[in-house]
Structure formats: C-alpha cells, structure tokens
C-alpha cells in the first residue's frame, strides 16, 4: 500500500471523530471544516442545546406571564396616579398600554430575569462537566477559548430573547387591556406610538447589556465546579449580594461601581432628549464587569484539568 492511500485511510477512518455510545450528541466541528463555518456549528449546537432544554424555556413561559399579570392586576385595580404609589411607569399604564413594557421590565429586571441568566450560565460548563461530555468536547478540535466564548454568547441570547419576550408580551397586553396612541415621556414630551417602541427596542436592549454582565459572573462560577446547581445559587448569591451593598447607606462611594446600581437607569431613554450620562455610566460599569469576569473565566478554564 502506498503511503498516499495508507493517509487516505486514516482520514476516512470512522473511529477517528465517532462520539462514544450513549454520550450526549452536539455537533462539533470537524477537522476539515473552515475555522468561521467551525464556530457557526458549535454556536447552533450550543443555541439548540439552551433554547430546547425543557428548565429554560419554561422559564422563558414563566417570564412572559409576567405583563399578563401586571396588566390584569391594574386594570381591575388601576392605582390613583395621584398617590405615587407603586414601581415607576406603574401609574401611566392606564393612559397608555405601552407603559407595561417598561414597567414588566421594572419588575423583572432586579431577581427574575438575573435568575433566568444564571441558571444557564451556571449550567453552561459546569453541567458539561457533570454530564462528562465536556472532556469530550476538549478532545476534538474545539479550542478552549472558542468554548468559552460561544457559551457566553449563548446565555447572552438567550438574556436578550427573555428581555424581547417581556417587552413583546407586555406590548400586546397592553394594546389589548389600555387605551394607546401617542406616547408622554417621562419628561412630558410627546411622541408618536411609533417612536415609543423605538425607544422599547432601546430599553430592551440596555437591559440586556445588565444581563450580559451577569452572565459573564455566572459563567466564571459554572467554571470552578462540576455541580450546576451550585453555580446557579452562587451566581443569584452574588447579585443578590451586590443588590443589598447598593443599598447600604454607609457604602455610597461603592455605589457608581456596583453591578446592579445603573440597572434602572433606562428610565432616562424614556425622556425628551434622551438623557445620556446615567445610561452611559450604566454600560460602562456593565462593560467592566464583562471584561473582568470572562478574563477570570477564560484564565480558569485555559488551566482547568479537565477530568470529567
């Protein structure tokens, strides 16, 4: 036999990228395939696995109810505007439905949108370590650095998916329950009904910025330990955690870089012009936390020992 065909042979060979019978099937990208069309693969592999496992689409369900409750619950009991009672946006819902968007988001920003983030980051390497196919993952031609990097983007789409279902839901539920039309600001101003869910896409997508910076949190935990579970209460613990220090009076000069202190700053897209500088810092802070945490991740999980 030739040399030519005895390396024919080996390349066609089936047992050289077959995955081991009963292990969890994900595509991953051959040796022949183009590095861009390599990633393409291992990101829809990765979506597939997150947007079809059963936990993290009932969460999605279980968010969407959100607006449907909030929009019942005001118009059988619509607050007195005059009181200033209740969250913010909370009072303008009656006079225009498109104000429960903002205020569904209001609602879900500070535990159950984090919460919905970190049950998939925390799950994103740790539950592959506990189900033993991340090693498995590592053995084929999948660079640590490109693993890391799809998973993040895969929580991060699956934030921002959760964010468009709330504003969405809470959109048609309003349209459906309130009168609507065009749209006062925060600051009084009026603008069309149009230009009101341009400024929902923006508002949607400043909450997505926060969740990202939560999902870069969770998915350093997910690396240091082989328990799902454990990085998901971890991940919430932190937020949680950095939600009360925003809190505490005597720690205001930590409060400009605390993860969670900018959140509700989209308040300020609602405003005619736009208020810029709480939204800003509000993503720079984001930024930084992003930048940080996936650094730490990535450090982590170049070094790891892969065992299972």
Not at 173 to 180: A, M, Q
Not at 220 to 234: F, G, N, R
Not at 256 to 271: I, K
Request: charged share 15%.
């Amino acid at each position: 036999m030739s040399s030519a065909e005895a390396t024919a042979g080996l390349r066609d060979s089936p047992s050289q990228n077959s995955a081991p019978r009963g292990m969890a099937a994900r595509e991953v990208p051959a040796l022949s395939d183009d590095l861009g069309r390599g990633r393409g693969r291992l990101l829809r592999s990765e979506l597939r696995l997150v947007l079809t496992r059963l936990r993290n689409v009932a969460l999605l369900a279980t968010l969407s109810s959100g607006p449907v409750l909030i929009g019942v619950a005001v118009k059988l009991a619509a607050p007195d505007s005059s009181d200033g009672e209740g969250p913010p946006f909370l009072t303008s819902i009656t006079q225009n439905g498109l104000f429960l968007a903002f205020t569904s988001l209001v609602v879900a920003l500070p535990v159950f949108l984090p919460l919905a983030v970190a049950v998939v980051s925390g799950e994103a390497v740790a539950g592959e370590a506990s189900l033993g196919t991340l090693r498995y993952l590592l053995t084929t031609p999948v660079d640590r650095t490109r693993l890391l990097l799809v998973k993040y983007v895969s929580i991060v789409i699956y934030g921002s998916l959760a964010t468009l279902l709330i504003a969405t839901v809470g959109v048609v539920t309003g349209v459906l329950l309130f009168p609507v039309g065009d749209v006062t600001l925060l600051s009084g101003t009026t603008v069309p009904y149009a230009e009101g869910l341009l400024r929902t896409l923006l508002v949607a997508g400043y909450v997505t910025a926060a969740l990202a910076a939560v999902a870069a949190v969770g998915l350093l935990i997910s690396t240091l330990t082989e328990v799902p579970i454990a990085a998901m209460c971890a991940t919430v613990v932190v937020v949680v955690l950095l939600e009360i220090l925003d809190q505490v009076p005597q720690l205001d000069f930590l409060d400009s870089w605390l993860m969670p202190h900018d959140w509700l700053a989209f308040g300020d897209l609602l405003r005619d012009p736009i208020a810029l500088g709480g939204v800003a810092h509000g993503l720079l802070v984001q930024a930084a936390y992003v930048v940080v945490f996936l650094t730490l991740a990535w450090a982590r999980m170049t070094s790891k020992d892969v065992t299972s």
